[in-house]
């Protein structure tokens, strides 16, 4: 199993910047994939950003540019730096670890944290 903890997001003028965490822990070994999702009010989830184990990463169109996934292997932290936040990327964010079962996978959440940005 793998539990994931988020960092606080915050409050955010639009243009500005935020970064935030998740750190992992439990049998990370297994882990193949990490990512962010967010979902904004009345929305569903969607995909913001994702990191293979191996190190291909993928964003949504709506970030591409702006927002860059990283992970440290050293402390098992996943981050997303947002740069040039707009008030639609108000949402919850929520930090995924694809856990490999060998002919399955399962997914673990974090908690999730709001962000919002105000014009």
């Known amino acids: 199993q793998v539990r994931l903890i988020e960092s606080e997001g915050g409050l955010v003028q639009a243009g500005g910047s935020l970064r935030l965490s998740c750190a992992a822990s439990g049998n990370i070994a297994n882990v193949k994939g990490m990512g962010w999702y967010r979902q904004g009010p009345g929305k569903q989830r969607d995909l913001v950003a994702h990191i293979e184990r191996g190190g291909r990463i993928d964003y949504a169109d709506s970030v591409r540019g702006r927002f860059t996934i990283s992970k440290d292997n050293t402390i098992n932290t996943l981050y997303l730096q947002m740069n040039n936040l707009k008030p639609e990327d108000t949402a919850i964010y929520y930090c995924?670890?694809?856990?490999?079962?060998?002919?399955?996978?399962?997914?673990?959440w974090g908690q999730g944290t709001q962000v919002t940005v105000s014009t």
């Open positions: 995924l670890a694809e856990y490999d079962l060998g002919d399955a996978v399962s997914n673990y």
